[in-house]
């Protein structure tokens, strides 16, 4: 089992920047390949961002290509996505999930999920 919490959404204007944490425990951090999905109100969740085990692969959707950038550090076991430049668009929940031995981006390929922060983006 991996546990996940997320961390630092919140209220920002457009243009603004937030970074978002994910702290893992359970199994080992490393192994796993992190993303973050986003769903907005009425909408399926939608990939934005994963990264490889030794974050030496990074992956985004094209709408957050160039404004938001993943990482990681397996000392702390921790994700981060700081994300500039945030539209209205951008508001969502975000969720951090954890994929074991695989380079994902679909939902259904991720093993763990955590219970998701609220980002808003508005004047």
């Known amino acids: 089992q991996v546990q996940l919490v997320e961390s630092g959404g919140g209220l920002v204007q457009p243009g603004g920047s937030l970074r978002l944490s994910c702290a893992a425990s359970?199994?080992?951090?490393?192994?796993?390949?992190m993303g973050w999905f986003r769903q907005a109100p009425g909408k399926e969740r939608e990939f934005v961002t994963y990264?490889?085990?030794?974050?030496?692969?990074?992956y985004y959707a094209d709408s957050v290509k160039g404004r938001f950038t993943i990482s990681r550090d397996n000392a702390k076991d921790t994700v981060y996505l700081e994300m500039n430049n945030l539209k209205p668009e951008d508001t969502a929940v975000y969720y951090c999930?954890?994929?074991?031995?695989?380079?994902?981006?679909?939902?259904?390929?991720?093993?763990?999920w955590g219970q998701g922060t609220q980002v808003t983006v508005s004047s």
């Open positions: 359970g199994r080992t951090f490393s192994s796993y390949t």
């Open positions: 999930a954890a994929a074991y031995g695989k380079w994902a981006s679909r939902t259904h390929e991720y093993d763990y």
């Open positions: 990264i490889s085990w030794n974050g030496g692969s990074t």
